[in-house]
Nanobody, 127 residues
């Protein structure tokens, strides 16, 4: 199991920005693919963005491309999700998750591969 601790959520207005952070171990950062998922009330958990151990390849769901950016800071053992131009439909509980392997842009979206999860951080965007 990999320990993951998210932070950075909050209540913002449409068009605002937030930066989520996921703190983990140095080992996890270098050996696990780390992805952000989100779950809105009454909906299934869905992939948002991921960053692979393979040359730090990144992937995004279509609805956030151009607005969200995932990155990692090895010195701080942290993965970030920068979210710009937030929309009400981005409102959800955001989770950080870790998977061994899952290095491709396709596999980092596969929720079945993720065994370790954080507790989640709430993002609420008002219109």
């Amino acid at each position: 199991q990999v320990q993951l601790v998210e932070s950075g959520g909050g209540l913002v207005q449409a068009g605002d920005s937030l930066r989520l952070a996921c703190v983990t171990s140095q080992r996890a950062l270098s050996t696990y693919t780390l992805s952000w998922f989100r779950q809105a009330p009454g909906k299934e958990r869905e992939f948002v963005a991921g960053i692979s151990t393979l040359r730090d390849a990144t992937g995004y769901r279509d609805s956030v491309k151009g607005r969200f950016a995932i990155s990692k800071d090895n010195a701080k053992n942290t993965v970030y999700l920068q979210m710009n131009n937030l929309k009400p439909e981005d409102t959800a509980l955001y989770y950080c998750a870790a998977a061994q392997g899952a290095t491709t842009v396709r596999s980092m979206r596969d929720i079945r591969l993720f065994r370790s999860w954080g507790q989640g951080t709430q993002v609420t965007v008002s219109s």
